[in-house]
């Protein structure tokens, strides 16, 4: 079955920790995003690749980064920067860029004690 | 700014008919996704919409203007399975791409 995996369904860590979400597709999706998403509030997005190797900052990058080293995988580090970590993470993938549909992995929920 | 506006809440009936409205500014506008997400979970994409009209799928079915910047998902025969929220997205082109979410409508279908 194609799709797209995230893990861990629930994280938790302290305050000052970095943590790495795993996302993984075999879709063979070109472009793959990260989306953060909080009650009353929109899907935001954090970071977007087009393809291995190069990604590009959203609208809410600062205390985050990625890598793209693979085609299938675009892991989300949240680090000890980033001010208030605690919520939804959404991980995404399209065939092409941001004009194709966009389709979600099950998302993990991050908790900062 | 790219503002999307959707209303937060409806409670509807099993069996009956529900629309959910969407507004968003239209410059630069370029399509509109509709998906649906049950609470915890991903949101699973339901339809997108680049020409004025209505495109039906089934129980479910989306509308878009334009020129009005507006949009509707029709549900009907609503179903319990049907309660979740329902999320409009609308996609801005120019010099970059860009996909802006609304806040997500909760629909809750009573018995």
């Known amino acids: 079955d194609g799709g797209i995996t995230q893990s861990p369904k629930y994280l938790f860590r302290k305050e000052g920790q970095n943590v790495t979400l795993s996302c993984e597709q075999n879709?063979?999706?070109?472009?793959m995003y990260w989306y953060r998403q909080d009650p009353g509030q929109g899907l935001r997005l954090i970071y977007y690749?087009?393809?291995?190797?190069?990604?590009q900052k959203g609208d809410i990058a600062e205390g985050y980064s990625v890598s793209r080293e693979k085609k299938e995988s675009f892991p989300l580090t949240v680090t000890s920067a980033q001010k208030n970590p605690t919520a939804f993470y959404l991980c995404?993938?399209?065939?092409?860029?941001?004009?194709?549909?966009?389709?979600f992995g099950p998302g993990t929920r991050l908790t900062v004690l | 700014g790219q503002n999307i506006d959707q209303p937060t809440e409806m409670t509807a009936t099993e069996g009956a008919i529900v629309q959910i409205n969407c507004t968003y500014q239209?410059?630069?506008?370029?399509?509109l996704f509709w998906y649906q997400q049950h609470a915890g979970e991903a949101p699973t994409f339901l339809s997108y919409?680049?020409?004025?009209g209505l495109e039906e799928k089934g129980r479910f079915s989306s509308f878009l203007s334009r020129s009005k910047g507006y949009s509707y998902l029709l549900l009907k025969e609503l179903q319990m399975k049907d309660s979740a929220s329902y999320l409009c997205?609308?996609?801005?082109?120019?010099?970059?791409?860009?996909?802006?979410f609304g806040t997500g409508t909760l629909l809750a279908v009573q018995p």
């Open positions: 997205a609308a996609l801005y082109g120019g010099a970059t791409n860009k996909l802006i």
């Open positions: 239209t410059s630069g506008f370029n399509g």
């Open positions: 995404a993938s399209s065939i092409g860029g941001i004009t194709d549909t966009q389709y």
């Open positions: 919409n680049v020409l004025d």
């Open positions: 879709l063979n999706h070109d472009a």
């Open positions: 690749s087009q393809i291995v190797n190069d990604f």
